[in-house]
């Protein structure tokens, strides 16, 4: 078996300590709850709000009226960005198996999220709460990408976005001229 150094590259400690940490973040066990970068956030402080925000609409939904999904197109470009620089570097091996072994952590540690995710996803419509699920799962996904390539302008974002999770919220949107 290869070791963690071989699997995933350079940023080989970043990536494991980031597995290790998936169960501890996207649990959202810190909503409405105060944290010491607020002031460089939009807070949303209840699930009316979020659903605004979110605007989940399976059949009128799009990035144009939709913060959250217009956060989730700009996100996956940025991935698709990450994973270009993957390749003139000769990571992309190492980061894709960073990415998809993050994601497939996420998808097995979801018992050990808080009681206040699933008591939300219980309370809304089984798509609405696979919808989110897939959302958070493909943060995970996105957020693997960047840690396996490192610090760099073109993964900040997803380093930010890895604070708020740990932190026990969920970056749901973007305000702004992405990604300033």
Known sequence: MA???QQYGP???DVQDYHE???E???LHRLGKPN????SVRRLNSWTESESVVRFDPDNGSPDNSACLRFQSDVCGLSARIQELARQTGLAQMVELAAKNAGARYAS????FSDEFFDWCDAQPETCS???GNHIQGHAYCIGEAIALGRRSETEVLWQMWYWHRAGHWPCGWEGDWPD
């Open 3 to 5: 070791s963690p150094q």
């Open 11 to 13: 940023n080989w400690r």
């Open 21 to 23: 940490a998936i169960p």
């Open 25 to 27: 973040g996207s649990m």
């Open 36 to 39: 010491e970068m607020d002031q």
């Open 109 to 112: 540690d979801t018992e050990d």
């Open 130 to 132: 696979e919808w989110y």
